[in-house]
């Protein structure tokens, strides 16, 4: 099973579930709202010892008699016999009707033949793209006589680049303002790796404000995973579809289309700011000391953070040229080393903030970021209450 779909259960209600209270790994999925493979795996982790057909099958405390007037008069199929008795699959009825000598439909000629033309085949397989178990239960027949009649007809597999997907994906909108956010985003957050016919988003953290945010920006196109890792963090991963290609480079640049157009440099800039930048208020236990607002961003990305500076500086919005702040080398107080230098851009000065503010705070999607932003812009105000500038909206930015 992929990684991002792994779901931690704990070995002590695992044990309870499947040895002492004798559950099906059916019915264990069942109770923790998942599938049957993290139930699998988490077995084998564990190393406790799966039934076997046989002892599955006893478990399942049901007669001959029973067993033939579900198949015989009541139609049931040996898939919804097993789902009605909690096993995890037919396979288990399978072996107990051989066990009890009942001979299945197929062996008694009762089986009614599946209505399905080669076309019909080819246009439910490869024009709607279905499974062969929502075919079945279109046409209602077993999976296993579909696949048959799937090799009478000689028909060749869509391939696993071209598989049904568990969850519909939908396109990305196209909106550039959004494409601009999502690629600072990105840059600054987010792990983005191609995988066969998808694109996986990922993203480690401690912050729910981060996977709310996360959720929120790819909800409209796909279902998000979210679980909790043993070690604590909270991991979320979004599978899109290729027209999120864009995500997949991660170049210390800013693409030449957004710096050129000023509208799409604050959304890329609210987007990485969002990941990478912090609003804070710096105090001081001097008396004296007034507190004054700041926006910091803090990245190994060199070239990116020069470039936003520079960006900055044509548009009148001025501050000192990013500086390293911490170097190569260095054990942090996690123990960690830093691998690269990071590089640091800070605006403090009044009036330099307050424009930056005015332009990035529409974009700004981060709750907690957005909740900073304005208490760094209370405090500019209150800092100088008569502060007002000549023209709020500064000529350079194109916005007056």
């Known amino acids: 099973m992929p990684v991002w779909n792994k779901i931690e259960i704990p070995k002590e209600k695992l044990e309870d579930l499947y040895l002492k ?112 178990k929502k075919m079945a239960k279109i046409v209602r027949c077993s999976e296993s006589g579909l696949e048959r009649r799937f090799k009478n007809y000689n028909l060749k597999s869509r391939g696993i680049k071209n598989r049904a997907c568990k969850y519909k994906k939908k396109d990305f909108s ?44 790819f909800m409209p196109y796909t279902t998000p995973h979210i679980w909790k890792a043993k070690r604590g963090t909270t991991e979320i991963v979004c599978l899109v579809n290729r027209s999120f290609d864009f995500l997949l480079p991660k170049k210390d640049l800013i693409p030449r289309w957004i710096q050129n157009n000023k509208e799409l440099f604050f959304s890329f800039l609210a987007g990485y700011t969002d990941a990478e930048g912090s609003f804070y208020i710096k105090k001081s236990k ?29 548009l009148g919005i001025t501050s000192q040229k990013p500086q390293i702040s911490r170097k190569t080398g260095v054990v942090l107080t996690n123990g960690n080393k830093n691998n690269k230098d990071i590089w640091r851009i800070t605006l403090a000065r009044k009036e330099p903030l307050f424009l930056l503010l005015r332009f990035l705070q529409p974009y700004l999607r ?22 007002k500038l000549s023209n709020p909206y500064h000529p350079s930015l194109g916005f007056a």
């Open 174 to 217: 196209g909106n550039l303002v959004e494409k601009a956010y999502l690629i600072g985003f990105r840059l600054g957050d987010l792990n983005v790796t191609e995988s066969i016919n998808v694109i996986q988003v990922r993203c480690s953290t401690t912050i729910p404000a981060q996977v709310r945010l996360i959720k929120k920006l």
């Open 21 to 132: 209270r004798r559950l099906s790994i059916a019915q264990i999925a069942k109770t923790l709202n998942c599938s049957t493979e993290p139930v699998h795996e988490s077995l084998r982790e564990y190393k406790i010892p799966i039934r076997n057909l046989s002892e599955a099958c006893t478990k399942a405390s049901v007669t001959k008699n029973k067993l033939k007037d579900w198949y015989h008069k009541d139609k049931l199929s040996m898939d919804e016999i097993a789902r009605r008795l909690g096993l995890s699959n037919h396979t288990a009825i399978v072996y107990k009707f051989k066990k009890l000598g009942i001979k299945s439909r197929g062996h008694l000629g009762l089986t009614k033949p599946i209505k399905l033309t080669k076309r019909g085949f080819e246009y439910l397989y490869y024009e709607r793209g279905l499974s062969l």
């Open 366 to 387: 981060h709750e907690e970021k957005i909740k900073d932003a304005e208490k760094v812009m209370a405090n500019l105000i209150s800092r100088n209450r008569k502060f």
């Open 286 to 314: 001097e008396p004296s000391y007034t507190p004054f607002g700041m926006l910091e961003i803090q990245t190994q990305q060199k070239n990116i953070i020069i470039q936003i500076w520079r960006n900055l500086q044509n």
